[in-house]
Structures are given as structure tokens and as C-alpha cells.
T-cell receptor, first 110, second 113 residues
Framework: EDQVTQSPEALRLQEGESSSLNCSYT??????LFWYRQDPGKGPEFLFTLYSAGEEKEKERLKATLTKKESFLHITAPKPEDSATYLC???????????FGAGTTVTVRA | AAGVIQSPRHLIKEKRETATLKCYPIPRHDTVYWYQQGPGQDPQFLIS???????DKGSIPDRFSAQQFSDYHSELNMSSLELGDSALYFC????????????FGDGTRLSIL
């Protein structure tokens, strides 16, 4: 069974204080690893797809990286508007459904 | 850009009642997914449809059923509702061409009294 573990559960940052979120996974062949951002009461908002080890994607203050066993979401110089829950999900090679981790809730204080 | 539309946004029901949730996917997306997110939990896959045919089934109770119609919209039908069915229900859509990511609607918040 596919497993996704995210750490830490919660992260409190000062504005401008860079940090990283971890997503460890086990899957029987990886079609893709996805990062989403979720605000309270809203649906997950797509951020990145990573397909193979060594791949990196960047968008504004966010950068996602992938190895064979884990992915990192780096937040550089965060702003209060980056406060959200960040979800990691894997899609196995023999399927299309997503298995999500429990998420990391990031709070950025001004 | 068009997004996934879900209705209603909020629904309040009593135990043993039925509920129907609707989802309108992004145009030209061929696959629709339903997920359930309990309070403080991650989304759990329920069921998916590819080109109007059921393609995968997850932890969906037998009391729930779903279908996708000729216009590609999908409905999740829930019967004999229980208190534990209270959750956010998300619909997502994607295109398998190029393995595009799933895009989610803002969900239906179902509360069972």
C-alpha cells in the first residue's frame, strides 16, 4: 500500500525565515509526486509535479525537489501569505488516484 | 481559467437522509475523482471515472454511489447518512493526456445532525 509521511506537522516561521518541509513516500512505482497548498475551507491548489529523482521545480518562493524516497518543499524568505497547509501526494505508476500525506501547516508571522 | 465547480458548497442533513453532491469538471478533462476529507485529516480517495466509466474505487462505503454523465459532470449519491459522513467532499478533474495534475474544486461541506 502506498504511504506518504510528512514532517513536521506544523511549522511556525518568522517572515523571511527560510525552511523546508519533508515528504517521505513508499510506492510501487512512481508515476508522479505532487505538492498542493490548501487554505482553510478550500480545495487543494496545485503547486508542482515531480516525476523522477533529481528533478526540481520552482515557483516564486517555493522550490520542490525529489529523490527516490522523499521530496522537499523549500520555502525561501516566506511571507505571511504563504501561511497554509502544504500537502504532498503520490500517484503510483499503475494507477491515477492520489494518496496524500497528512500535511504540514505553515504559519508565517509578520 | 475555468475551474472545477462543485455544488452545493454547504449541505446539512440528518441521520438516515440522502444527499447528492454535484461536480462539473474543467472542460476537456477526461477523468473525475472524488475525495473525502474529515476534520484535520488528509483527503481520502473514494472513486474515479475515466470517459464516463468507473475507473477505480477506493474506500467508498456501499451506501455511496457515483456516476458520470454524458456532459462529463459527476454526481456522488449518499444514502442512509451517518454522523461519521460529516466531512468535506472534493471533486478533482484531470486529463490523462500528458498525465496532467488533478485540479480540485472548493468542495462540499456536508454536516450530519
Amino acid at each position: 500500500e502506498d504511504q506518504v509521511t510528512q514532517s513536521p506537522e506544523a511549522l511556525r516561521l518568522q517572515e523571511g525565515e527560510s525552511s523546508s518541509l519533508n515528504c517521505s513516500y513508499t510506492v510501487s512505482g512512481l508515476r508522479g509526486l505532487f505538492w498542493y497548498r490548501q487554505d482553510p475551507g478550500k480545495g487543494p491548489e496545485f503547486l508542482f509535479t515531480l516525476y523522477s529523482a533529481g528533478e526540481e521545480k520552482e515557483k516564486e518562493r517555493l522550490k520542490a525537489t525529489l529523490t527516490k524516497k522523499e521530496s522537499f518543499l523549500h520555502i525561501t524568505a516566506p511571507k505571511p501569505e504563504d501561511s497554509a497547509t502544504y500537502l504532498c501526494a503520490v500517484q503510483p505508476s499503475n494507477d491515477y488516484k492520489l494518496s496524500f500525506g497528512a500535511g504540514t501547516t505553515v504559519t508565517v508571522r509578520a | 481559467a475555468a475551474g472545477v465547480i462543485q455544488s452545493p458548497r454547504h449541505l446539512i442533513k440528518e441521520k438516515r437522509e440522502t444527499a447528492t453532491l454535484k461536480c462539473y469538471p474543467i472542460p476537456r478533462h477526461d477523468t473525475v475523482y472524488w475525495y473525502q476529507q474529515g476534520p484535520g485529516q488528509d483527503p481520502q480517495f473514494l472513486i474515479s471515472f475515466y470517459e464516463k466509466m468507473q475507473s477505480d474505487k477506493g474506500s467508498i462505503p456501499d451506501r455511496f454511489s457515483a456516476q458520470q454523465f454524458s456532459d462529463y459532470h459527476s454526481e456522488l449519491n449518499m444514502s442512509s447518512l451517518e454522523l461519521g459522513d460529516s466531512a468535506l467532499y472534493f471533486c478533482a478533474s484531470s486529463s490523462r493526456v500528458g498525465n496532467q495534475p488533478q485540479h480540485f474544486g472548493d468542495g462540499t461541506r456536508l454536516s450530519i445532525l
